[in-house]
């Protein structure tokens, strides 16, 4: 990386996983789409392949992947030998690119890019951080090994919400001087954006139709979601739940809606790229994650004005204002679920009300040029405290 003049664009090289339908991914290709390009000269680096949402992006765009195979969404899984050749591989790209920031998206991918980074002289290296993991079950044993000493080759811990930044405050010992929240951003739909449900989705629906999109993970708790359905049904009978989203939960799905005889009101409508532009045609969605920190599925809701049910988890309380944009329940309970979305299918006027305030919300407090113009602060005070050789510290 090499020490930047501003008199010309600031290079950022992006890393990522890959684009595979994600929350960060999605956020990440609006930032690269919005950056001022007579500042900032973005590039990508799709560290395992590149995946769907790469459709969407400026094709302007440098984008490489060092390594092609078969993406998932966090490649937490990934081996060391894997994670070798990625991180030799990104080290001879960077070193080619000359970026003056390296921004990693996702625990692997930053990791990985602190790594590459080691060594190659001034620079900025900064991680995004966007779960309430510390180490996520599912990652791999060397990641967990270097996570830590990766964490000291990163300069600034992005984070998307309080509650990630306390949690690398507090789990991780990182200074607070090296953190920061800026939270996602999203515009408001176009009326010719939108998609109407296919027949298969809103049959049977006339009692209330739900959405709830989100992996299909366990951390997401659909279990917890159809057992509300089940509750549901008894008072509502033609009530229809499309879940939009796969992974790896989706076999126990299945099974569960069969063994609760809920095949005929939730649909299985797998992982679309569009999902979003569906959303209008809902009453309501439903969120009933154990963790989350800040998550785009709900703000795609709130700002179509579709009031939301939601676990009071991570930071989800940081969007959702309880009782004002929507309800908010305990993790873990089904009964508080079905509750909080009879009470919201039982009274249209409240359901109208809620609706418009989280879109007043979200406009006025998450679009996507006010989190462009922080990310471009955040970029040139960095920069400009690596040329000072000042610690790359309180950016925020």
């Known amino acids: 990386m090499t020490e930047p003049g501003f008199d010309r664009p600031v290079r950022v090289a992006y890393v990522i996983g890959s684009l595979e339908i994600g929350g960060a991914e999605t956020q990440l290709v ?13 590039s990508l680096m799709c560290l395992f392949g590149y995946g769907p949402l790469r459709s969407g992006l400026d094709d302007k765009v440098k984008v490489e992947s ?20 990625a991180v030799t591989s990104l080290r001879a ?5 000359k970026p003056d920031i390296v921004h990693g998206y996702l625990m ?4 990985i890019a602190a790594l590459s980074t080691w060594n190659t002289g001034p620079g ?19 990641l967990r090994l270097v996570a830590g000493p990766a964490n000291r080759l990163i300069d600034f811990h992005l984070c998307n919400s309080e509650a990630v930044q306390e949690l690398v405050i507090t789990d991780e010992n990182v200074p607070r001087s090296k953190t920061g929240v800026i939270y996602s951003g999203i515009d408001p739909p176009s009326v010719t954006n939108q998609l109407e449900l296919p027949e298969r989705w809103s049959r ?6 739900v959405a709830m999109v989100a992996n299909l993970n366990s951390h997401k708790r659909h279990g917890d979601v159809l057992d509300a359905v ?4 008894k008072q509502r009978p033609r009530f229809k739940l499309v879940l939009f989203g796969d992974g790896a939960e989706r076999a126990s799905i299945e099974r569960s809606l069969r063994e609760k005889g809920l095949t005929n009101s939730v649909v299985l409508a797998g992982a679309q790229k569009d999902a979003a532009k569906f959303l209008s045609g809902f009453d309501l969605t439903v969120l009933a994650s154990s963790k989350e920190s800040f998550p785009n599925a709900l703000l795609e809701s709130m700002v179509r004005g579709i009031p939301v049910v939601a676990t009071r988890v991570g930071g989800i309380p940081e969007l959702v204002r309880e009782g004002i944009d929507g309800i908010l329940v305990e993790s873990g309970s089904p009964e508080q679920l079905a509750a909080a979305m009879l009470e919201l299918l039982d009274k249209p006027q409240l359901r109208q009300r809620m609706g418009d305030a989280a879109r007043n919300r979200v406009l006025n407090r998450f679009s996507v040029k006010g989190m462009i113009i922080q990310t471009e602060d955040l970029y040139e005070r960095l920069v400009r405290q690596v040329r000072s050789r000042q610690p790359a510290h309180s950016a925020l």
Not at 67 to 78: F, Y
Not at 204 to 209: L, Y
Not at 230 to 233: D, F, K, N, R
């Open 30 to 42: 609006r930032l690269i789409n919005g950056l001022d390009r007579t500042r900032f000269t973005p």
């Open 66 to 85: 060092p390594l092609l195979q078969r993406p998932s969404r966090t490649n937490l899984g990934v081996s060391a030998r894997t994670a070798i050749r």
């Open 93 to 97: 790209l960077l070193a080619r690119e």
């Open 108 to 111: 692997t991918s930053y990791v």
């Open 124 to 142: 900025v290296v900064i991680a995004s951080r966007r779960g309430l993991d510390t180490y996520p079950r599912h990652s791999s044993r060397w």
């Open 204 to 209: 049977g629906g006339e009692d209330g139709r």
């Open 230 to 233: 089940s509750l549901i049904v």
